[in-house]
């Protein structure tokens, strides 16, 4: 299985920085990319922004120039450094992983268990 642990998070003012990390570990799993999401309340989730294998990377509009994803592929971690927040970035942020279990063709998708970000006065 594949667990993921998130790290960071937390309140800080509109127009500051935070850091988000996050942990996977795995067995028999090989992952395809990683990523982050987030849920504002009674909104869907929606990508934040992921980076494959081979660090191409995809980001949501709304943060595109404020957050950068960066990833540890030797110790299966992703970064979300994030900056320039604004109050609509306030929502729960998950990580992703997403993959195959080796010896198998479908495709996988796992989560953290989300970490809150408040962007608030």
């Known amino acids: 299985q594949v667990q993921l642990v998130e790290s960071g998070g937390g309140l800080v003012q509109p127009g500051g920085s935070l850091s988000l990390s996050c942990a996977a570990s795995?067995?028999?799993?090989?992952?395809?990319?990683m990523g982050w999401y987030r849920q504002r309340p009674g909104e869907e989730r929606e990508l934040v922004g992921l980076m494959t294998n081979s660090g191409q990377t995809t980001y949501v509009d709304s943060v595109k120039g404020r957050f950068t994803i960066s990833r540890d592929n030797a110790r299966n971690m992703v970064y979300l450094q994030m900056s320039r927040l604004k109050p609509e970035d306030t929502a729960v942020y998950y990580c992703n992983a997403r993959g195959f279990f080796i010896g198998y063709d479908a495709v996988y998708d796992f989560w953290g268990q989300g970490t809150q970000v408040t962007v608030s006065t």
């Open positions: 795995k067995s028999d799993f090989s992952i395809n990319a």
